[in-house]
Nanobody
Framework: VQLQAFGGGLVQAGGFLRLSCAAS????????MGWFRQAPGKEREFVAG????????YYADSVKGRFTISRENSKNTVYLQMTSLKPEDTAVYYC????????????????WGQGTQVTVSS
């Protein structure tokens, strides 16, 4: 599986962005997908995850109520809708894939996209 994340950019605090992660290969429909982020000088952290069929979603406490993860298996794409953005959301955002269900541990993911930069100005 190859993953390509895009949709990042520069936005003012309070604004919104939608990230997309396009996957190649036939196994997307059986892949749990996760979004992670890494801010400068910090470790990469879990943001959101979604199970292979969209039936279960998971969020970090810091983004709960502001971010929404979704997927379209017909398009081999997972999305991260981000609203009410804060400067502390500034980071490189990565999508990742693993079999069936999403988890919060980055070491449990087998495939990673290249990352897309999100910058939130105050």
């Amino acid at each position: 599986v190859q993953l390509q994340a895009f949709g990042g950019g520069l936005v003012q605090a309070g604004g919104f962005l939608r990230l997309s992660c396009a996957a190649s290969g036939s196994s997307f429909s059986t892949a749990g997908m996760g979004w992670f982020r890494q801010a400068p000088g910090k470790e990469r952290e879990f943001v959101a995850g979604i199970s292979y069929n969209g039936g279960s979603t998971y969020y970090a406490d810091s983004v709960k109520g502001r971010f929404t993860i979704s997927r379209e298996n017909s398009k081999n794409t997972v999305y991260l809708q981000m609203t009410s953005l804060k400067p502390e959301d500034t980071a490189v955002y990565y999508c990742a894939a693993r079999p069936w269900r999403a988890t919060i541990g980055e070491n449990e993911y087998d495939y990673w996209g290249q990352g897309t930069q999100v910058t939130v100005s105050s």
